[in-house]
């Protein structure tokens, strides 16, 4: 069951994405060579609890920390830890919130120093990714428009839409129905209406679509070892047509 949010419990899921929104524009200006993931998960929670806010991750299904931090071949859920960024990586970052009842989710993959040609496509067309599903989200069209449109932009690139994971409502609890892959046949689905609040969430490997998770039962990684790049907003429906919660106008 979808459970639609009336106009004052999107501001509230507002407040909650646009924390997220800072830490993610935070992190943009800590990034470099050099500095841990811990250091920025760190950095993350103090931020979240400053706010009056929870980070959304931390304790979720025995998760240990505030921020999913992968870098390169790592798809999504890598663990802060005690590595370094190095000049040329490219690191998806993670955030979730929970402030006043409603949950707010966002990620981004940035690059760390310069990055190769393959790497620099790859973060924009899943960007790119993101925005066409964000675009599909209107009145009267269904569901899978938006994972058909994610879908064909990054197959149109020469890349692969992640298979394992998928987007996903939010409210209340960070995933509610319906779940919202990245690929799919167009006019199927679920109707899109007002109040439906989702998490888009492209995650695309520039190989194969295969993923495997590490020994630390979290990291997932692209089977081929292949970069992967992850961007999420949290997208409301408005009778305004969409509206993304998690961005700062
Ligand atoms: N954005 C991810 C999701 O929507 C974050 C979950 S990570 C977890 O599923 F650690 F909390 F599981
Ligand atoms: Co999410």
Same mark, same amino acid.
């Given at each position: 069951m979808i459970i ?6 999107i ?12 830490v993610?524009?935070?992190?943009e200006?800590?990034?470099?060579p ?21 980070p ?5 299904? *025995? ?12 798809v999504v859920?890598?663990? %802060? ?6 000049? *040329? ?9 929970l402030?006043n ?6 990620a ?9 040609d ?21 009145? *009267?069209?269904r ?7 994610i879908q ?27 779940s919202? %892959? ?22 695309v ?10 020994d630390? *039962?979290w990291?997932?990684?692209?089977? =081929?070892?292949s970069l992967?790049a992850?961007?999420?907003h949290?997208?409301?429906?408005? =009778?305004?047509g969409?509206d ?6």
């Amino acid at each position: 069951m979808i459970i639609l949010k009336s106009p004052d419990e999107i501001e509230k899921m507002r407040e909650a994405s646009l924390i997220v929104a800072d830490v993610l524009d935070e992190i943009e200006k800590l990034i470099e060579p050099g500095i841990t993931t811990e250091e920025l998960d760190r950095f993350s929670e103090n931020l979240i609890m400053k706010r009056g806010a929870r980070p959304a991750f931390l304790g979720y299904l *025995g998760y240990p920390k505030t921020l999913c931090t992968s870098i390169n071949e790592q798809v999504v859920h890598g663990i %802060p830890g005690p590595t370094k960024l190095k000049e *040329g990586d490219i690191i998806g970052v993670d955030c979730g919130a929970l402030l006043n009842g409603y949950f707010g989710d966002s990620a981004r993959t940035y690059p760390v120093g310069r990055i190769s040609d393959e790497a620099s496509r790859l973060l924009c067309v899943t960007k790119e990714a993101l925005f066409k599903g964000i675009k599909e989200m209107k009145e *009267g069209n269904r569901l899978h428009d938006i994972s058909a449109a994610i879908q064909n932009h990054v197959e149109s690139a020469g890349f692969s839409v992640v298979r394992q994971f998928v987007g996903h409502g939010i409210g209340k609890k960070m995933h509610e129905p319906p779940s919202v %892959p990245n690929y799919g046949t167009p006019h199927t689905g679920p109707l899109l209406e007002k109040g439906l609040v989702l998490a888009l969430e492209p995650m695309v490997n520039a190989g194969d679509y295969n993923i495997e998770i590490l020994d630390d *039962g979290w990291t997932a990684v692209s089977k =081929d070892r292949s970069l992967s790049a992850h961007f999420e907003h949290t997208v409301a429906l408005t =009778d305004q047509g969409y509206d993304i919660l998690s961005l700062r106008m």
